[in-house]
């Protein structure tokens, strides 16, 4: 029993800090749905400038793989909301299947982003390209899409396929400037909080009953010694 004494207390150690990790991470989520989306329940980034000569302004493809609905056919995993407002005129703003997009703006100059840093700096991949675009809203690919003078908006379910986000003049004309912020909700969130809080609970318990069964398998604590016997009458030394 006491050979199980070390092995226990290492158990018990990895066990609780688990927990307390993930009773961590669940409260820095409830905390974070409480006081950190906006009145429409969206977790929002902060406002980019995105800035331009190209005809367009786009992100990477986006893969989401598998579709969610295969995944939790009766939980919406997030909707995504992104706003944009051009400073030169009328703007457009849409979300499209990869293919399609790069079908379209084939041959067209392009801005593709490729990082944005923590202080809202954008850096962009410049695409070559000689040839005008159509109209965007001629096309009929877009997912979501909005266009128009001051802050468009859109708001897409998350489905499974490659996307591209695409921000352009609506008039197709190159020199984009546009001031976009983008947002999030998810119904999974509540649901992966819980489960952190229970699974942390229970981690905790499992770690304290494991530090019990340690300390029971190192016996008597070192440096203890046996009580004396008693003395009977008959050990008792008469004068």
Do not use: C, K
Request: hydrophobic share 50%.
């Amino acid at each position: 029993m006491r050979a199980a004494r070390g092995p226990l207390a290492i158990i018990g150690a990895v066990v609780a800090a688990f927990g307390l990790a993930l009773l961590a991470g669940g409260g820095l989520l409830l905390w974070a749905n409480a006081t950190q989306r906006d009145a429409n329940g969206f977790f929002t980034s902060r406002e980019l400038s995105l800035e331009s000569g190209s005809y367009a302004v786009t992100t990477v493809d986006v893969d989401l793989g598998a579709a969610p609905a295969e995944w939790l056919p009766s939980v919406r995993l997030a909707t995504v909301r992104l706003e944009a407002e051009s400073s030169s005129g009328r703007v457009f703003l849409g979300v499209g299947p990869a293919a399609d997009v790069e079908a379209y703006l084939q041959g067209v100059a392009v801005s593709r982003i490729s990082h944005v840093d923590r202080r809202g700096s954008v850096d962009y991949e410049e695409v070559g390209g000689t040839a005008a675009p159509a109209p965007p809203d001629e096309q009929g690919f877009w997912v979501a899409s909005a266009s128009g003078d001051g802050p468009q908006s859109i708001a897409w379910d998350v489905a499974s396929g490659d996307w591209v986000v695409v921000a352009m003049n609506a008039d197709a004309t190159p020199g984009v400037s546009v001031t976009a912020r983008s947002g999030a909700r998810s119904d999974v969130l509540l649901w992966a909080a819980a489960a952190m809080l229970v699974v942390g609970v229970v981690s905790a318990i499992v770690a304290a009953a494991t530090f019990a069964a340690a300390r029971l398998a190192a016996g008597p604590g070192r440096g203890t010694s046996p009580a004396p016997p008693a003395r009977t009458p008959d050990t008792v030394r008469r004068p």
